[in-house]
């Protein structure tokens, strides 16, 4: 019940109740702005011209891409590493700051979880069109057939398989669960309608009885507890893929927690992008502050730190292992045809995230979005760097060649993206962009004198 | 909802509704539901709520998936299908996990919200009517069940003078 009064409030303006239900739906429930229409065409050509590449891959076959016999993987799994990564932030924000009660996160949740559904639906189609024949994916489930045959279980390709349905499967209830209560607030403010019917279907009848708020809390924390380890196992076995092969470069021990690390600094960039714009278009600066910008921007700090430390350590490593293929590899991947790769890497991850230290760099919101691109891009280099740098000179030198990609791959990457941004751009017309109720059970204007006095210390 | 008849008492914050709980439960009233537009803390306590079995239930479905995919690896991997894969034993315990943990936690999770959504009685309905349409935006409301008790308005009255109450209905 009580707020200590040193501490800032973690939203901005006097608000009631009422007023935060109205300040969050009303942008949703007027009209649509000139800004998100633009977005939609956008985002929706983007996705057109993916569609397209996806058929003209699966019709052609994937002879249409850059990949050869010595590069069998490179820009598509470069990709799906990718959107997985960034897949990863939403349930970070949602599960472990949850648990470690870091109630700053009650504004940014909903979003994030939403962003890491649409990242895993479009990393999940890249192992699918890889497959050549997209009709047979279900022979990576082990399903009873006339051959007595099963998957593999000794590959992390078929943990893969697991790990990212699973992953899935858990984000979208975690996110659903968490929508009930606000979708009842939505259905209870329109007054008619076919959309009222369809929001009083979607709310599952739900009426703020104090028995079911006591499910929902204990259903929420569990399902954190269980994502925690989920979100680090996911990128761990995402690593596997490659560790666990012999290819210098990438079998490595490090992998696991390097890459999860990787993830989550790419997942809080791609938040940072989006919630900036979202929080300005949608007129939520009262609820998006500042602060929690900073607070985004010192966990990139620290991500982006443990990511270039497990640069350095790659490169001891192959120094110290001993082994030429190892040396070979890692001197050609920062000194090879692939350089500039490996200096857009370094540049972006790792120069450019350092420069958040600065405090006054750390609190500038444009900075902040132009940063959150660059490691994006950074964070795509990396994978490339890691996935084409190692296998396209290898132990045979008579295989060695270049990777090139084709428009068709780079198709596919924005197709994703306008997948990607559509999707997130009718989310935040159709569901609450910010989580209504949990942001109101951090108001506490219950006490009316400690939050005046709270409000006065601020400044 | 409907054919029984409740006395609903209103208010607009959190504190004052905790402070009417514990008036009426002092004086032996029962209370038959609270409705609130969030969690409302201290109210489990409050109306001595016993803390709900969903993570009993989530542990028992874990662990359930947690047998299901290690014995069916392992059963694959000895008795049905036993192929030598880069020279590795037929029971390779350590390669089992990674799949047993993820069916371990997609079961707890997806049993623990199916728990969830049939404990409370949650579905989807186009038919439901709220009790009020301003508890999701910022009411808070006391339940007491009145059907067959003639006098219980009155007393409850009584009870809140000093509370800041919006509004009693009967």
Known sequence: MLQSPLRTPLIEGSKTYRSITSDILN???????????????????????????????????????????TVGWAFEITTFVWWIGIGHAGTFISAILLLFRQK???????????????????????????????????????????????????????WDVFAISTYF??????????????????????????????????????????????????????????????????????????????????????????????????????????????????????????????????????TGSIVALAYMTEMFMAWYS???????????????????????????????????????LRKSLLFTFILSIVINIGMWFERFVIIVTSLHRDYLTSSW?????????????????GIFFTAFLLFIRIFPVISIFEVKSILKTGDEHIHKTDVSHEK | MRSRSYISIYFDDEVPLLEAVRILLDKKETISDVLSPFPVHGLDEALSMKR??????????????????????????????????????????????????????LFAGLSMVAAFLIRSKLKPDIRFKPFD????????????????????????????TGIHTLEIRH
């Open chain 2, 133 to 160: 349409e301003s508890i999701t935006d910022d009411r808070f409301v006391i339940l007491i069940d009145a059907s067959d008790d003639r006098t219980a308005f009155d007393r409850v009255k009584s009870l809140l």
């Open chain 1, 169 to 302: 499967t858990i984000s979208l209830v975690f996110w659903y669960v968490g929508l009930i209560p606000d979708i009842g607030t939505l259905r209870d403010k329109i007054s008619k309608g076919l959309k009222k019917t369809i929001y009083n279907f979607l709310s599952f009848g739900w009426k703020g009885s104090a028995r079911d708020w006591h499910r929902h809390e204990i259903t929420s924390v569990m399902l954190a507890a269980i994502a925690t380890p989920l979100v680090l196992s996911v990128h761990s076995i995402v690593s596997m893929d490659f560790a666990s092969s012999i290819v210098p470069g990438w079998h490595t021990t490090i992998f696991p927690p390097y890459f999860v690390a990787g993830a989550i600094f790419s997942g809080f960039a791609m938040v940072q992008t989006l919630l900036i714009i979202t929080r300005k278009a949608m007129g939520l600066e009262d609820f998006i502050t500042e602060s929690h910008v900073e607070n985004m921007n010192k966990i990139l700090i620290a």
């Open chain 1, 104 to 158: 700053w996160r009650n504004s940014i949740n909903r979003s994030a979880e939403a962003m890491t559904i649409f990242a895993v639906i479009c990393a999940a189609l890249f192992p699918l069109i890889h497959l050549g024949r997209p009709l047979l994916t279900f022979f990576i489930f082990p399903y009873p057939n006339t051959r007595g045959l099963w998957v593999n279980f000794n590959s992390p390709l078929v």
């Open chain 1, 27 to 69: 942008p949703m429930m007027n009209k649509a702005g000139k800004f998100w229409y633009m977005g939609m065409t956008i985002a929706g050509l983007a996705m057109l011209f993916g569609v397209f590449m996806i058929v003209w891959t699966v019709w052609q076959g994937i002879g249409t891409w850059g990949e050869n016999r």
């Open chain 2, 52 to 105: 709900s079995r969903i993570p009993v239930g989530g542990f028992i479905f874990g662990a359930l998936g947690a047998i299901l995919a290690f014995g069916f690896q392992a059963w694959v991997f000895t008795v049905s299908y036993p192929l030598i894969i880069g020279g590795k034993p037929f029971f390779s315990v350590p390669t089992f996990i990674p799949i047993t943990f993820e069916v371990t936690v």
């Open chain 1, 401 to 417: 060649t270049m990777y090139k990609p084709t428009i068709v791959e780079f198709g596919l990457l924005i197709g994703t993206l």
């Open chain 1, 322 to 360: 001993g082994v030429e293929y190892e040396h070979y590899a890692f001197m050609n991947r920062a000194t090879g045809p692939y350089w500039w790769a490996y200096m857009i890497m370094i540049c972006c991850n790792v120069v450019s995230s350092q420069l958040l230290w600065i405090k006054k």
